[in-house]
C-alpha cells in the first residue's frame, strides 16, 4: 500500500535522473538519465551523457543500408542503458513527428523508436535537435521507487544543454550544479535518521 501511494505521488516522467555516487561501477555509474515514461506498471529512460566508443552515426546508417545525403547532420550515438542494446531510441525537439509514431514526453520532447526518424536525419529533414541512443534503462513496478528511496538517484528538471549538450563528459556535473550540488561534497554513502 506504502509503495502504491508513492508511485502515484512520484511523477517521473519528463524528469532527470542523477546518479549517486554509491552506484559505484554499474552501467548507470555517474549516470545522467531522461525519463521518457513512468507510471504504476514501470519506467524507461535513455542515458544522454554517455558515447558509444564503437560506432558512430554513419557507420550504424551504413549498417541500416540507410543513403545519407551530404548536406545531413552527424549526430552521437549514445549507449542509452542495459536494456535491449540492439534497439535505437532518437529523443528529439518537438519539431519533428513520425508518421509510424512518435512518443510526446512533454511540451518540448519526443521520442522516436522507427527506422524512418534515422531515414530523415540521414536526409536532412530529421528535427533540429537529436540524440540517438542505443538501449534503454529500464525499471519495473516500483523498482525506482525503491533505488530513488534508497538514495540512489536525484530527480531535477530537464535542460536541453544537459540532454542535447555535446559536452558528455561535463553533464553529470553539470545537472548536480543546476541543482545547486557541489559534486565534490557528495558522499558514497548514506546515513538513515
Not at 30 to 46: F, N, P
Not at 77 to 95: C, I, M, N, Q, T
Not at 107 to 133: K, N, W, Y
Not at 160 to 168: C, L, P, Q, T, W
Request: with cysteine; proline share 5%; aromatic share 6%.
Amino acid at each position: 500500500m506504502i509503495w502504491a501511494m508513492i508511485e502515484e505521488a512520484m511523477q517521473l516522467t519528463g524528469k532527470l535522473l542523477i546518479a549517486m555516487p554509491g552506484m559505484g561501477d554499474t552501467p548507470f555509474a555517474h549516470s545522467v538519465i531522461y525519463m521518457c515514461a513512468h507510471d504504476h506498471e514501470g519506467g524507461m529512460g535513455l542515458i544522454v551523457n554517455k558515447p558509444q566508443t564503437d560506432i558512430d552515426f554513419a557507420h550504424l546508417l551504413e549498417q541500416l543500408d540507410i543513403p545519407r545525403a551530404s548536406h545531413a547532420r552527424d549526430i552521437r550515438v549514445h549507449y542509452g542503458g542495459p536494456v535491449d542494446l540492439a534497439r535505437g531510441f532518437v529523443l528529439h525537439s518537438h519539431d519533428y513527428k513520425s508518421e509510424a509514431g512518435t512518443l510526446t514526453v512533454d511540451e518540448t520532447i519526443g521520442m522516436t523508436a522507427t527506422l524512418d526518424v534515422l531515414e530523415d536525419i540521414a536526409q536532412g529533414r530529421g528535427p533540429d535537435t537529436s540524440l540517438l541512443a542505443l538501449g534503454y534503462a529500464g525499471w519495473g513496478p516500483g523498482q525506482l521507487e525503491r533505488e530513488i528511496s534508497r538514495n540512489g538517484w536525484l530527480i531535477c528538471e530537464p535542460r536541453d544543454d544537459i540532454i542535447f549538450g555535446r559536452a558528455n563528459e561535463h553533464k553529470w556535473t553539470g545537472a548536480l550544479k543546476m541543482m545547486g550540488i557541489d559534486p565534490l561534497l557528495l558522499s558514497e554513502t548514506s546515513g538513515r535518521a
